[in-house]
């Protein structure tokens, strides 16, 4: 199944994607929040569509584009995932996944346009695999109760402000956290619609010059084994956003940087999850 949500921004309603068209849930469903995927939602959702998947209204073409879940209770980031993008910053490959949160306002649709801070000069890109949790997780055992405890996957630009995060000392969130920092979409994808992790090709482009062209294969940590991971620490809730890290070709590892400007277009995409397009203003 192909999740979305769509509408104003802040009232979003819950919807899919089949054959190839937006339909409208919301007569059926609240939202895709935790509320939804902690009682057993999507095994209702797939029946519902099964029976009524054909009469659901479609969407119009016009309708905004919101982000695929609801504001989740965490976003939780994974730094230097990618052995080449460790590389780039000058930063040993870690010998445990690098962890740090992302502010949970900073959620925004696949297309919306995105605000450069103020008093900052160094906003980058970084396309990434974005993993949502079925159920509340703590203390799991193993990989496999990690991968049954996956919803399904998603496209996340997590931008960044190097400024903020890299120069001013501190815990890397502030240079995470900007509002609209994490364009996320433009579908969830459950498990069993993605098929294959091991060999997803990630691009990103910026005014249609490519930056970045990896391949998630070159993962240094996968998807199972970090759920498994975090939970021996927190727990993770149903609906909560794991951002798995970025290949390399990001602005900081440039010479010299080039770093977003207003303007600029941002578009991005991983195969099976779709594209993004942004704005800088």
Not at 218 to 225: C, L, S, T
């Amino acid at each position: 199944m192909k999740l979305i949500r769509f509408g104003e921004k802040g009232k979003e309603k819950p919807g899919v994607i089949l054959h190839g068209k937006r339909l409208d849930c919301s007569e059926k469903f609240v939202d895709w929040n935790r509320e939804f995927f902690e009682s057993n939602g999507l095994q209702r959702l797939q029946e519902f569509l099964q029976k009524e998947g054909k009469n659901l209204p479609e969407i119009e073409a016009s309708v905004r584009h919101g982000a695929c879940i609801a504001r989740p209770g965490m976003i939780m980031c994974i730094g230097l995932n990618y052995s080449e993008h460790a590389e780039e910053s000058n930063m040993e490959i870690p010998k445990e996944p690098i962890i740090f949160g992302k502010a949970t306002n900073t959620l925004n649709g696949p297309y919306d346009d995105v605000a450069i801070p103020l008093h900052a000069d160094k906003t980058d890109y970084e396309v990434e695999l974005g993993v949502v949790l079925s159920k509340d997780v703590y203390g799991l055992k193993n990989e496999e109760e990690a991968e049954a405890a996956i919803a399904g996957y998603c496209l996340v630009n997590d931008l960044s402000e190097r400024t903020f995060q890299l120069e001013k000392g501190g815990q890397w969130i502030k240079g995470k956290s900007c509002p609209g920092f994490s364009p996320v979409g433009p579908f969830l994808a459950t498990a069993d619609e993605l098929g294959d992790l091991d060999s997803l090709k990630m691009t990103l482009a910026v005014n249609g010059e490519l930056r970045q062209d990896g391949n998630t294969s070159y993962m240094i940590f996968r998807p199972a084994f970090l759920v498994y991971y975090l939970s021996q620490f927190m727990l993770l809730e149903a609906g909560d956003l794991i951002s798995t890290g970025t290949p390399s070709g990001v602005a900081l590892g440039m010479d010299p940087p080039l770093y977003l400007k207003q303007g600029d277009v941002v578009e991005l995409s991983i195969d099976g999850l779709g594209s993004q397009k942004q704005l800088m203003v």
